[in-house]
């Protein structure tokens, strides 16, 4: 059997394969951010296809971070009874789930929100809209806020938590250099702007206990101009880890028009798939907690070589999981040829429609 269906364990949490679900906005929640029955079988179809483990959406952890329409929230206590029926679900199917936790900064939308989105720096140039840039105490409101959302969480019965610091959502805002301009202990030097990643897991660790799994998602490389280099990015991995942080999901790139970059479309061959392996190496060889790689895998052989020459601990998949829920069991079960998703992104218009994000080209709901 490969070594992509051994059992690990993260913290406590046992896993029955290296195969993750990344988060994505799936759009099936109710506009307040609530569970409806649709996401419930969404996870639960995922659980039953055969992933180990599902990071569940990106769920803001207040209001005012709110990115998408129908996007989960965990900013509530009301919301924990949908979230626990949903967890039941997934450990009903035999597998683990993780909520992610996040904010989206200046990404947030305001016509959601009802107010201007909050940014680690504004300037000139950032957007056309007011932004409202962040003094200290905001900083300290955010922070409780996420420890506030891991409590919730844990009482709702998810396996652990991830922080969102990608793709240019708040957390990544503060570690870019290009929208990071601040003039006190929150910018400036890559430890300054790392600061409040290491004080959110602090204020995470302390309300969930040393015995809870807590990720992160995290950029190699910004991919755009002044961004956060490999190099810092790096560095920040080993901060985190140091400090007690379970594992590491390496993406990278910004949302900018709709798309991050590199470009996640035309995904057609073996040779363009995992774009951020080089990136991974380099952090492997630096940090000594699982390393979580994501990044347009789409073939079995690709996902096996990844795992048996180092590069990572665990394959993480998003797309290929909308398009096929149950990838990982066809994989198990020896029909080995590539995943069925096209990396036309697609799926996502129908979740700006109300309908949910599901495979357009399949035309079936997933």
């Not at 296809?49 to 207040?62: K, Y």
């Not at 991830?162 to 929150?186: C, T, V, W």
């Not at 380099?282 to 895998?297: D, Q």
């Not at 700006?352 to 079936?364: H, S």
Request: charged share 25%.
């Amino acid at each position: 059997m490969s070594k992509l269906f051994e059992t690990s364990r993260i913290n406590g949490m046992t896993l029955s394969n290296r195969f993750i679900r990344s988060a994505t906005w799936e759009g099936m929640a109710t506009p307040e951010g609530a569970v409806t029955p649709r996401l419930i079988e969404t996870m639960k179809t995922l659980a039953q296809g055969g992933v180990g483990l599902i990071i569940s959406s990106h769920a803001f952890v207040r209001p005012d971070g709110q990115a998408s329409p129908f996007q989960l929230g965990i900013y509530k206590d009301d919301l924990i009874p949908g979230l626990q029926e949903m967890t039941n679900a997934v450990h009903e199917n035999s597998s683990k789930i993780v909520l992610q936790l996040a904010h989206a900064g200046n990404f947030a939308m305001k016509k959601l929100t009802g107010q201007p989105p909050l940014v680690a720096s504004n300037f000139e140039g950032l957007a056309s809209s007011p932004r409202k840039e962040m003094n200290v105490e905001d900083i300290l409101e955010l922070i409780r806020a996420f420890g506030d959302a891991a409590r919730r969480a844990q009482v709702a019965g998810f396996d652990g938590v991830q922080i969102h610091s990608a793709h240019g959502y708040l957390l990544s805002q503060f570690l870019s250099p290009a929208l990071n301009r601040r003039k006190d202990e929150y910018g400036g030097t890559n430890q300054n702007r790392a600061r409040i990643h290491l004080q959110i897991y602090e204020a995470i660790r302390k309300v969930v206990g040393q015995d809870y799994p807590i990720f992160i998602k995290l950029n190699c490389k910004d991919f755009i101009e002044n961004g956060m280099s490999l190099e810092e990015s790096i560095q920040v991995a080993k901060w985190l880890a140091e400090a007690g942080l379970d594992a590491i999901e390496l993406s990278g790139g910004f949302i900018t028009g709709g798309k991050l970059s590199p470009s996640r479309s035309g995904i057609d061959s073996e040779e363009k798939e995992a774009y951020f392996q080089e990136e991974a190496r380099a952090m492997k060889k630096e940090i000594r907690i699982p390393l979580i790689l994501v990044g347009s895998i789409r073939s079995f052989a690709v996902a096996v070589r990844l795992i048996e020459e180092g590069t990572a601990d665990y394959i993480s998949m998003s797309r290929p999981l909308i398009r096929e829920p149950d990838l990982i069991n066809r994989w198990k079960a020896g029909g080995r040829h590539r995943s069925e998703c096209r990396s036309d992104n697609l799926c996502f218009k129908p979740g700006m429609d109300g309908e949910g994000v599901y495979c357009a080209v399949k035309n079936v709901r997933s």
